[in-house]
């Protein structure tokens, strides 16, 4: 079917995103590689996000979640390799020169937990809220000296096995289903306040948290970014969240007047430029 050339089946029964709009695999086999314009596009777009954001007293951090095949190469199909030269590696070292460029990229933390744990499903192409947990605690710390939050400890944040489908799973014939590591909250005092309940792109939603300091946190992110709610919403007293892949909206910005910023996004998007609307 359509909707199964879509999946790429690896070794050990993992599924992987294959012929999407931002051409995944050939980004992680290092045959689309980012062009110097496209870079240099990155380098102004994240100066110009950066300087803007801290005019208006807002602290920034971009997260960038490690694709699957980057965590689990070994799993990549016979003749596959993991390219050392890609996209987000490219990203990575080149935004390294741009001041005041906070960007994480929490890969050694999920490929240190595979041991124990897998921070991915077998047949989603996002991590699980284990991996999610991990990138949390990453902004966490980078955060810590800079903005008041309340930090969910590894105590407060159980882990419960789940049976799942996911996003690739689904679009076999018939479906896959995988275990999911999926996460609770044993302090959890958050509420959704307001929900555009929009699919995709345009949604827009706020939390409101008593237990947390009186901070406002806005986030701009992809689909990655939905499972980090259950933990961002927990350790900002407003947190305002919209559906936007690599865009800063910075009238939102100026209005909700956040102390934290967030651009949320997986590494297939780095051929999604920072462009932001003014």
């Given amino acids: ?7 790429l089946r690896g070794r050990r029964g993992r599924l992987f995103l294959a012929r999407d709009s931002h051409d995944s695999h050939r980004q992680i086999t290092g045959a689309r590689p980012l062009s110097p314009e496209e870079l240099d596009a990155w380098a102004s777009g994240t100066a110009e996000r950066t300087s803007s954001l801290k005019a208006l007293g807002c602290q920034f951090r971009q997260l960038i979640g490690p694709a699957p095949q980057a965590v689990h190469p070994e799993d990549l199909p016979q003749g596959m390799f993991l390219a050392a030269h890609r996209p987000v590696q490219q990203v990575l070292d080149r935004l390294r020169t741009v001041p005041e460029a906070h960007v994480l990229y929490p890969l050694d933390v999920l490929r240190e937990i595979v041991t124990f744990r897998d921070p991915f499903s077998k047949t989603d192409s996002h991590w699980n809220d284990l991996g999610t947990y991990l990138g949390y605690e990453m902004l966490a710390d980078s955060l810590a000296s800079d903005v008041s939050l309340r930090r969910l400890t590894r105590r407060e944040v159980s882990f419960h096995e789940t049976c799942y489908a996911g996003d690739l799973g689904d679009k076999l014939s018939p479906k896959r289903a995988s275990i999911f590591l999926r996460a609770r909250v044993e302090t959890a ?3 959704v306040v307001d929900d555009n309940r929009v699919r995709n792109h345009g949604r827009r939603a706020v939390f409101e948290c008593p237990a947390a300091p009186p901070t406002t ?20 007293r407003r947190v305002v969240f919209c559906h936007r892949v690599n865009v800063i909206d910075h009238d939102a910005v100026a209005l909700e007047r956040p102390v934290v910023v967030l651009s949320i996004m997986t590494e297939r998007f780095c051929t999604a430029l920072p462009l932001d609307r003014n």
């Fill in 189 to 191: 005092s958050a509420r």
């Fill in 217 to 236: 946190c806005m986030v701009f992110g992809d689909s990655w970014a939905y499972s980090l709610m259950l933990f961002l919403a927990e350790s900002f």
């Fill in 1 to 7: 079917s359509r909707l199964a050339d879509k999946v």
